[in-house]
């Protein structure tokens, strides 16, 4: 392991010469997947020059004593190996790097960081519940600053592999909070065997009901205008609907009834595969729709509209802030 994270320690201060200082990228070690995202900061608002991720399911491998297994903490790093190269031309300076839910709270997450972040040539940021929180809004209220939503109070709803999101707020939050629930998570939980059913089903949204009690009252009482959803899960859910509105993707309750039959008709997760859904989301789509169900029900939620804004785009506006 040392031989190859001192080549890569070496690449990297190499092509570290040629860096362009324009160049900034927002990476997030979340616990399905690992996302880059780079941008050319010559143009107001920025230019995304470019995207990258792949599925980690980082929290597939966290035990009961919540330690990663070295099978984990390998995908990461074997992850971060193909990842790398995309970094070639951006400063150490500008590589803005976060974790969140898993790396959060694995007792050995150092394992994983130690190398990580000589691979990357950076510091990685854990983030707390409440700060991905935040950065999230910020990602939202940044993509939807056009629209007709800009000024309107906002609940942002974010499902993650490891924890969900709940923001209120209007141009910054004014109530947040982290659930320890998600996609990966709910996956190993309630579905045995990997198997698809009703009954699989029911008990996932009851649990994400349960989650988020206490704090739905907070919720419910407070006047927001709009929901709006954010992460590759409310992504993968909103394409499968197909309504857009106001030039913005959308959910009602009639198309999450229409979206469960589609699940239902798969007898295993491995076998989820929806045209136009991404196949590495499959797998992980029928424990996001019972957390986004749960969340619908219990915050008597209708509507919710997707941004494509999220915990990379807060990052950056973070970063690039005068």
């Given at each position: 392991?040392?031989d190859?994270?001192?080549?890569?320690y070496?690449w990297?201060?190499?092509?570290?010469?040629?860096?362009?200082?324009y160049?900034v990228a927002?990476?997030d070690?979340?616990?399905?997947s690992?996302h880059?995202t780079?941008?050319d900061?010559?143009?107001?608002?920025?230019r995304?020059?470019?995207?990258a991720?792949e599925k980690v399911?980082?929290?597939a491998g966290?035990?009961d004593?919540?330690?990663l297994s070295q099978?984990a903490?390998?995908?990461?790093?074997?992850?971060?190996?193909?990842?790398?190269?995309k970094?070639?031309?951006?400063?150490?300076n500008?590589?803005?790097?976060?974790?969140?839910?898993t790396?959060?709270?694995?007792?050995?997450?150092?394992?994983?960081?130690?190398d990580?972040e000589?691979m990357l040539?950076?510091p990685i940021?854990?983030?707390?519940?409440?700060?991905?929180a935040?950065?999230?809004?910020?990602g939202?209220?940044?993509?939807?600053?056009?629209?007709?939503?800009?000024n309107?109070?906002?609940?942002?709803?974010?499902?993650?592999?490891g924890?969900?999101?709940?923001?209120l707020?209007?141009?910054t939050?004014?109530?947040l909070q982290?659930?320890s629930?998600?996609c990966?998570?709910f996956?190993?939980?309630?579905f045995?065997?990997r198997k698809i059913?009703?009954s699989?089903?029911?008990n996932?949204?009851?649990?994400a009901?349960?989650?988020i009690a206490?704090a739905?009252?907070n919720?419910?009482?407070?006047g927001?205008?709009?929901?709006?959803g954010?992460?590759?899960t409310?992504?993968?859910?909103?394409?499968?609907?197909?309504l857009?509105e106001?030039?913005?993707?959308?959910l009602n309750?009639?198309s999450?009834a229409?979206?469960?039959?589609?699940i239902?008709?798969f007898?295993?997760?491995?076998?989820v595969?929806?045209?136009?859904?991404r196949?590495?989301?499959g797998?992980?789509?029928?424990a996001?729709y019972?957390i986004l169900?749960g969340?619908m029900?219990?915050?008597?939620?209708d509507?919710?509209?997707f941004?494509?804004g999220a915990?990379r785009?807060?990052?950056?506006?973070?970063?690039?802030q005068p």
């Amino acid at each position: 392991m040392f031989d190859t994270l001192q080549y890569y320690y070496y690449w990297i201060t190499y092509f570290d010469l040629h860096t362009l200082n324009y160049l900034v990228a927002a990476i997030d070690l979340g616990s399905n997947s690992f996302h880059v995202t780079l941008v050319d900061t010559r143009y107001t608002p920025w230019r995304v020059v470019s995207r990258a991720g792949e599925k980690v399911q980082l929290a597939a491998g966290l035990d009961d004593q919540g330690c990663l297994s070295q099978e984990a903490i390998g995908r990461g790093l074997d992850c971060l190996r193909r990842l790398v190269p995309k970094l070639a031309k951006i400063s150490p300076n500008n590589r803005h790097i976060v974790a969140t839910n898993t790396l959060r709270v694995a007792q050995n997450s150092a394992e994983f960081i130690v190398d990580a972040e000589l691979m990357l040539g950076a510091p990685i940021r854990v983030l707390t519940g409440e700060e991905e929180a935040s950065l999230i809004f910020s990602g939202v209220v940044g993509e939807v600053a056009d629209t007709s939503y800009r000024n309107s109070k906002k609940l942002v709803v974010d499902i993650g592999g490891g924890s969900t999101e709940l923001i209120l707020g209007q141009h910054t939050p004014k109530r947040l909070q982290s659930f320890s629930m998600g996609c990966v998570a709910f996956s190993s939980q309630f579905f045995p065997q990997r198997k698809i059913d009703q009954s699989y089903i029911k008990n996932a949204v009851e649990a994400a009901q349960h989650t988020i009690a206490t704090a739905a009252p907070n919720y419910l009482n407070d006047g927001w205008q709009v929901c709006i959803g954010s992460s590759g899960t409310i992504k993968a859910l909103a394409a499968l609907s197909g309504l857009v509105e106001d030039g913005m993707p959308y959910l009602n309750l009639a198309s999450m009834a229409k979206i469960e039959q589609q699940i239902l008709a798969f007898g295993y997760l491995d076998d989820v595969a929806v045209e136009g859904l991404r196949p590495d989301r499959g797998e992980v789509l029928p424990a996001g729709y019972a957390i986004l169900k749960g969340i619908m029900s219990s915050l008597n939620l209708d509507h919710i509209y997707f941004s494509t804004g999220a915990l990379r785009e807060g990052v950056l506006l973070r970063a690039l802030q005068p």
